[in-house]
């Protein structure tokens, strides 16, 4: 049976609010260097390919412009709200970033983050464009976009999901984000503990000496050499959780 065309609008409009609101957030698609049309154009055209699909488990339509006015709304949080934990995620870069930069003396080198929209530490913004990088790299935005779909499942259209479980379950995100960027910068902290206790113990037996200048060139390098070593492993942390997060959904 076919649509009228007031219930085809209808159903367009709720299915476009929720995944709109996620591909304008989601890490790797809703970047912000990307323009806002070209995301608004996939978001539509990737509304309109699930549509069949989604169509019949969407609400009738009520005869109320107020209550149809509400439904929309409520899509549009929901999608608000899943775009926003699934970026929460991308953060841990910035976390880890600082932290590495703190760590081996490149707190104070800056560069415009495009992930951030603003000035962010060195190693930031790097971890930043490889993470996004590794997102399309590995496939794992084909795993965003069934998210997207999947979340009808965990949460049905025209159902507000209940405030306490949802800000339970954005805490939990921000925590885990907050984890895994210390979990990345893990072999800097420990690095950075052992070298400027040892620094300390050189600076008491010789104190006439500048120890933190003329040891920042080896603390510099030192903090290069185990980013680099340890660069795989950092990215695999970070790929697990957001893979987790996508079969969540999926």
């Known amino acids: 049976m076919t649509l009228e065309l007031p219930a ?14 996620i591909l304008m957030l989601m890490p790797s698609i809703g970047e912000p260097s990307i323009p806002p049309r070209i995301r608004l154009a996939f978001a539509l055209l990737f509304a309109l390919a699930l549509g069949p699909a989604i169509a019949p488990s969407l609400p009738p339509m009520p005869e ?13 949080l929901i999608g608000l709200m899943i775009g926003a934990v699934s970026r929460m995620f991308l953060s841990a870069a910035a976390i880890a970033g600082q932290v590495v930069g ?3 003396g490149l707190a104070m080198a800056q560069s415009f983050d495009p992930t951030q929209g603003q000035q962010g530490a060195l190693m930031g913004a790097f971890l930043n464009l490889l993470f996004i990088a590794l997102i399309f790299a590995t496939n794992l935005h084909h795993l965003l976009l069934q998210a997207a779909r999947g979340s009808y499942m965990v949460f049905p259209a025209g159902e507000i999901p209940l405030i306490g479980d949802a800000a339970q379950w954005a805490v939990t995100a921000f925590v885990d984000a907050f984890r895994i960027g210390v979990q990345i910068a893990a072999p800097l902290i420990v690095f950075g503990l052992i070298f400027y206790l040892a620094l300390g113990v050189l600076s008491r037996l010789m104190p006439q000496a500048q120890i933190f200048f003329i040891a920042m060139p080896s603390n510099i390098l030192a903090g290069f050499f185990i980013v680099a070593i340890s660069l795989g492993t950092m990215a695999m942390v970070w790929l697990e959780r957001m893979e987790r997060f996508a079969v969540e959904f999926g």
């Open 102 to 104: 703190m760590q081996s």
């Open 8 to 21: 085809l609008i209808y159903a367009a409009a709720l299915i476009f609010a929720r995944l709109g609101a």
């Open 64 to 76: 109320q412009p107020m209550a149809m006015g509400g439904l929309l709304v409520s899509e549009l």
